[in-house]
């Protein structure tokens, strides 16, 4: 998977070295970013495929924790300042549970609007593609096998092929508060105190016995439309595709003929999607380009060089959206890390 988004600097904190990536492992692993001031991707944390873009003007600011409770993994995320999309796919073969408490707008999920309290359910082999607005995201990876047995005798219920061709967007926001508030109290526990096994084993319990009611209120939900499943695929294919030729000054024209549909349905798709065209979009994938490489200069590097390097044709315009976005001109970013760099101090 590739990413094309500005630096992620964590300072982590782990209370074990986890010995494998594997959410089956019986060791408590616990990690913490208490300062995100950058985005990239979340790749600290074993498992996970998650990537991030930053899509509003302002400065980002966030943390986030996660602990594994041996074939269960808690992530929480805050963010502040910026609202950022969101992509990717959740550790291999878990079943992925997630709720949103938003500052202020409502974002998106696969294209499909996400409130304040709304549980998203899906499978890690099916795409995440998320409009994200300031705020707080509980997310819960649990094993597949893990939660199959354990729904299989609590609720007598075969989850098989659950989630196989579809993901659950449930809006009802008392069971969206109920798992993020049991969320929270578990991570809680698991970083102000040392938890044994026995502990470790209940508290994962108690969560999965959460989880077992919401899966069985579910198993039977109804399918979204063919064009709910689509729109999420489109989108992939055209990042991907921008990401292939992201040094080319490409029109919108190149996607359509890549994509084989009409401009029309493509930005549909985009302002469903994501909230924006996608001109938009791909100037917004440029700029966050630029900056990594900005934050992470080669030797002698300029202004030009990344203008060029990304595929920027107007030098005034590239440094008016940049100001736009990270609330300084590139030159200004390029100096700051070269001093930092010089001083020895991490770049922010």
């Not at 966030?62 to 993994?73: D, E, I, K, T, W």
């Not at 967007?169 to 040392?194: C, K, N, P, Q, W």
């Not at 108690?206 to 919401?214: G, I, P, T």
Request: with cysteine; hydrophobic share 40%; charged share 20%.
């Amino acid at each position: 998977m590739y990413y094309v988004a500005t630096s992620l600097q964590y300072r982590i904190m782990l209370s074990t070295a986890p010995s494998s990536s594997s959410l089956a492992d019986s060791g408590s692993h616990v990690f913490a970013a208490n300062e995100v001031r950058d985005v990239e991707s979340a790749e600290s944390l074993p498992g996970w495929d998650l990537h991030y873009l930053q899509v509003t003007s302002g400065t980002l600011a966030g943390s986030f924790r996660a602990v594994n409770l041996g074939g269960m993994q808690i992530v929480e995320e805050s963010y502040a300042g910026v609202t950022l999309n969101e992509f990717g796919r959740a550790p291999s073969d878990t079943y992925m549970f997630s709720v949103v408490q938003w500052e202020g707008n409502d974002g998106r999920i696969n294209a499909v609007p996400w409130k304040q309290g709304g549980l998203y359910m899906t499978r890690s082999d099916r795409d995440l593609d998320a409009v994200m607005p300031p705020g707080k995201n509980i997310t819960i990876a649990v094993n597949q096998r893990l939660l199959k047995e354990h729904v299989a005798v609590t609720q007598h219920l075969d989850l098989e092929n659950w989630l196989s061709h579809r993901s659950i967007l449930r809006t009802d926001t008392l069971l969206g508060y109920r798992i993020g508030t049991l969320a929270t109290e578990v991570a809680a526990a698991s970083f102000s105190s040392h938890m044994d096994d026995r502990l470790r084993t209940a508290a994962r319990e108690s969560v999965l016995e959460a989880l077992a009611d919401v899966v069985a209120c579910n198993v039977t939900a109804s399918r979204p439309s063919f064009r709910e499943m689509s729109r999420p695929v489109i989108v992939k294919r055209a990042r991907e595709f921008v990401h292939h030729h992201i040094h080319e000054p490409l029109q919108v024209i190149d996607l359509c003929r890549h994509l084989g549909v009409s401009r029309t349905a493509l930005q549909a798709v985009f302002e469903d999607a994501l909230g924006m065209n996608p001109s938009a979009y791909v100037r917004l994938l440029r700029l966050n380009g630029a900056r990594s490489s900005l934050l992470h200069p080669s030797d002698g590097m300029q202004i030009k060089d990344v203008v060029q390097q990304w595929g920027f044709w107007h030098l005034s315009r590239f440094s008016a959206d940049y100001k736009r976005l990270y609330g300084e001109l590139p030159s200004h970013t390029l100096q700051r890390v070269s001093q930092q760099s010089s001083s020895g101090s991490a770049p922010n």
